[in-house]
């Protein structure tokens, strides 16, 4: 499992950040949640760029799926990892689901 950080940086562009429990003790605690939400897409669908569109954990269950940054940089997920959707604001990031398989992921809006 890894889980890694996306976020607006200095310049409002999305930034990666890979975390860990240790680092972040703070996801080891209750988090306020608003809900959750499970999403299911098929193999190749992609989204163009566009920022997050709430503070949540994303989840994957199965499949795989690709983040992509303006600057070109990629982070592929798979089962068990987690993103932490942060980049609330400018252009934002892409997502394209990879491999073969559905990709079904949980989504936790968390109380800002």
């Known amino acids: ?3 890694v950080r996306i976020y607006n940086g200095p310049d409002g562009k999305s930034t990666f950040e890979h975390v860990s ?3 972040r003790p703070e996801l080891k605690t ?3 949640a608003r809900g959750v939400q499970f999403t299911s897409w098929p ?3 992609f989204m163009d760029f566009h920022p997050a569109p709430r503070h ?3 989840i994957t269950l199965q499949g795989e799926m690709e983040i992509g940054l303006e600057d070109g940089t990629t982070e592929r997920f798979g089962p068990g990892d987690v993103l932490i959707a942060e980049d609330l604001q400018g252009k934002g990031h892409t ?3 990879t491999g073969d398989q559905q990709r079904i992921s949980v989504s936790v809006p968390l109380v800002d």
Do not use: D, F, T, W
């Open 30 to 32: 209750m988090q306020a």
């Open 21 to 23: 429990l240790e680092s």
């Open 43 to 45: 193999p190749g669908h």
């Open 56 to 58: 949540q954990l994303v």
């Open 1 to 3: 499992m890894k889980i």
């Open 95 to 97: 997502l394209r689901v």
